[in-house]
């Protein structure tokens, strides 16, 4: 029987990581055996009823942190983890992060470790603007046993790297919905996601002031933590708009967000597929997002949703007043929203496909 492990050593809980959570109840426990190697509040949120090895994994200390020295030393001793894990007779790995995927790949390819890797997201500017970290990239991708994406564009990405065509399987993401009762509170726009950099929610907060203008009861609930959040809600008490917005920090039961929301918003400056978007299209919650990486996978602009440019304030500011004015246009909206759902998103149907092509 083949052993399984899936790297993941992160400090966030966020689309990627509810996506590995999901993903391990459908794992066939007929063809082999799953560890999951990861920080301890990820392992926590792993139900005990799914049998699946749970590994404690830590970088300990962090990539690059000062020096070039800090950097080297941090590298070597990542992979010599690495290579102590794999050798305990692993016969795949999975990576998904970017770091991961540099750093992991190299001990598990001078063991002979099939590698996948599964992509979310691609990779952040710093990363792509750094000629040796993008050769490396393109290097440990060529060498991966199979790269499984999730967006078209994505997979168009890596056959630019290099990758043939038979080595990039596309999947989708499912997501499982718990019931809902919906009660709209209008107007509450939505924001769910994690709150760093490339989620750009301070846009949301440049046009709010003038949303309110025309709705004064515009409530924005942010739903979701990180490394930005001290900065957001500084930026909201600057801004004089403390009556008007909440966070709410990591929301467990998070469908009970989307039960009051009229529309989600979500204007990322980069993006895989966003699960938020997709819980959104399962409970009928018209969207407006920037037009990045997957989203477009989620969002038919003009259908169930509008898409608009990234850093287009302007645009943003149009489209959320349109649906918020508009009742009829969001009812049509949540229509085909459900419907791409349905079509798309089921877990039932994207996980044993996921599955199999990591076991192919």
Known sequence: MRRIIWILNTDTVGGAEKFVIESIGFFPQE??????AAKPHLLSLIPDNVPVEKRIFDIGPKLG????????IGWRF????IKRLLEEGFDIVILQYKKEQLLASLPAFSLGVPVIWVEHAPPPAAFVKNPFAMMLYRKAASRAKR???FSDRSRRRFIALGLSRGKISLASVGVALHPIERKERFPTIAVVSRLS???NIEVVLDILPLIIRSFPDTKLIIAGDGDRRDFLELYVNQLNLD???EFLGFVEDIQNVYAI??????PSLQEGIPLSLVEAAGYGIPVVATDV???SEVVVDGKSGFLVPVGDKEALYNKIYLLLSNPYLRRQFSIRARRIYQEKFLPEKSFPYFWGKVLQ
């Open 31 to 36: 063809k082999g055996k799953l560890t999951i």
């Open 65 to 72: 942190r000062k020096t070039i020295l800090d950097l080297i």
């Open 78 to 81: 990542y992979q010599k983890r």
């Open 147 to 149: 790269v499984i994406t």
């Open 197 to 199: 950099k490339e989620k």
């Open 243 to 245: 009556r008007n917005v």
């Open 261 to 266: 929301a009229t529309i989600v918003v979500l």
């Open 293 to 295: 990486g997957g989203i």
